[in-house]
Structure formats: structure tokens, C-alpha cells
């Protein structure tokens, strides 16, 4: 079913179409929720609001973007105006790069090869549920990123414009947090896979 | 002469390649740039390692799909969108 037959059976009321979507959606939004408001029993309400507020929206739907990045800009929005916690910000010298290169731009200790040991059914268990636990500690901006980009697979324009961030800063911050995630992999091959 | 020089200055140090992996790996570097990236990628072998091992964080993040839902949950939601139907 493509998003704007889900639509049309939303709009009229069909219980199988909205079970159908939050099977899909609620465990995402849920994890992005968690990561706006700080707080489980919170985000559950928001996620909760969100649903109906798509219930309510649908016959607004206009299809300019996906179903699902309409989703989640209702689940942005709410979770921010719901969020009580003060925003862990970016440390100011996050550069990812820190360190890394010489003054003439060399590396300064040549990366560890560790990509050729790693074949796709590491990525897909062992690496994947690494990335799941390490998530929750970086920092909140990144982490929305990385969901809605790497994990859910939104494009770049519509992440930008479903977090009111510009273009370049969404790739900074994606990219600051793929590099976070790659040594935390690389810490791992460097123990149990090596 | 005038060819090698003008190379060289057009080359890349491996802190510049880095830097260009972000728009690298979304598509969005201009033709030069990309150009320059992966000449820089043909003959350096750290760099082009560094840029497996994003790709291989990306792939992982990929499939750090969160669980899937327990039933109850879903029953829930259901039970909120019938009290919305018979508003
Ligand atoms: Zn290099």
C-alpha cells in the first residue's frame, strides 16, 4: 500500500490502516521521541499525541514530502514543546577530527585497517546492536540526526527542514556522528574481533 | 614542468580528503572537489580505509532498526484510536 492509499483509508476511519502504520512508524518515533524529551514515559505521550494528531491531519496530508517524514515533523514538533530538560549542547571543540592530522595535513598515526575483516553479518548483528547502544550517549542534536538520516533512511532536505536546521549543519552533525559511531566500532574490532 | 606543478597544487592533503567526506558520501560535492577526493582516494590507502570504515558505520546504523513492538502497545494506540473515532 503506497502512502496515499494509507491516507485515504485513514481518512476513512479503517483500524487496519493505522495498525498498519504504527507497526511501521511507533518503535522509531518512540526512539526519536526519547531522544528530544530525555524521558520514556514522556516520549510515549508524545508518540501517543502524534498519532492522533495524524488521525485528525490526514485530509491536510498533501504528499509534497513521504508519510513518514509528515510523521515524524508532527513528532519533532510536539516533543519540542513538550521537552522539559535542559538540551545537552554540543561540546564546542566537537571537531571530529581533533588531533588526527599533522600540520601538513598527514595523518598523524595512519588509521588501524580493520574494513576487510568486517563482512555483512557483523554489520548487521554485532554492529547494529553496538550502534543501538551507544546512541543515547552522543550528543541529543546528532543523535536526531543519525535516526532520521542513517537509521530511518529520511533524505538530507527533508531532515534539514523536519529539524528547522540548515543543510550544511545537518551534514556537520551527521557527520560528527558517523565518526563517533566508527570508533566505538573500531574500539570493538580492536577486542572481541581481532 | 608547468603540468607538474599545477598537479601538484591542485592535490589534496589527507586532511582535506576527510573533510570532503561528508558531501562525499551524500552526493552533494561539487564535480571539482569530488574530482580531487577521489584522486586523492586512487593513491592513498589511509584515507580510503577511513572512508570504508564510515561507510561500514552507516550500514550498521542501518540496521539498528529499534524492537520491534510488544503487542500491548500496539492494543493500546488501537484502544486510543477508537475512543478518536467516537468523538
Ligand atoms: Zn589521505
Redesign the pocket.
Known amino acids: 500500500m503506497d502512502d496515499h492509499q494509507l491516507v485515504e483509508r485513514l481518512r476513512g476511519g479503517d483500524e487496519g490502516a493505522f495498525v498498519s502504520l504504527v507497526r511501521q512508524h511507533q518503535p522509531g518515533l518512540l526512539r526519536l521521541a526519547e531522544s528530544i524529551v530525555g524521558n520514556r514515559a514522556v516520549a510515549e505521550e508524545v508518540v501517543q499525541d502524534t498519532w492522533l494528531a495524524v488521525c485528525k491531519g490526514a485530509d491536510a496530508f498533501e504528499g509534497r514530502s513521504s508519510l513518514k517524514t509528515w510523521i515524524y515533523t508532527i513528532l519533532v514538533n510536539r516533543a519540542r514543546s513538550t521537552a522539559t530538560r535542559e538540551r545537552r549542547s554540543e561540546p564546542v571543540d566537537n571537531d571530529a577530527y581533533h588531533g588526527c592530522f599533522d600540520s601538513s595535513g ?2 598523524a598515526t595512519a588509521p588501524v585497517p580493520w574494513s576487510e575483516k568486517v563482512d555483512d553479518e557483523i554489520v548487521a548483528r554485532q554492529f547494529a546492536k553496538l550502534v543501538s547502544q551507544v546512541l543515547p550517549d552522543l550528543p541529543d542534536a546528532q543523535q536526531q540526526v543519525l535516526l532520521l538520516r542513517d537509521v530511518e533512511g529520511l533524505p538530507a532536505a527533508e531532515v534539514a527542514t523536519l529539524l528547522s536546521i540548515s543543510d550544511g549543519n545537518q551534514r556537520v552533525l551527521l557527520h560528527r556522528a558517523r565518526c563517533s559511531i566508527r570508533r566505538h566500532l573500531e574500539n570493538a574490532m580492536g577486542g572481541e574481533w581481532s | 614542468m608547468v603540468v607538474i606543478w599545477w598537479k601538484k597544487r591542485r592535490g ?4 582535506q ?2 573533510r570532503l567526506m561528508a558531501g562525499y558520501l551524500d552526493g552533494v560535492l561539487p564535480e571539482a572537489d569530488r574530482a580531487r577526493l577521489e584522486a ?2 586512487a ?6 580505509e ?1 572512508l570504508a570504515q564510515l561507510r561500514i558505520a552507516i550500514s550498521a546504523a542501518g540496521h539498528a532498526q529499534p524492537d520491534d513492538l510488544p503487542e500491548k502497545a500496539i492494543d493500546d494506540l488501537v484502544a486510543v484510536f477508537r475512543r478518536w473515532q467516537r468523538e
Open positions: 598527514a595523518w | 589534496i592533503v589527507c586532511e580528503a576527510v586523492h582516494l593513491e592513498c590507502p589511509h584515507c580510503s577511513h
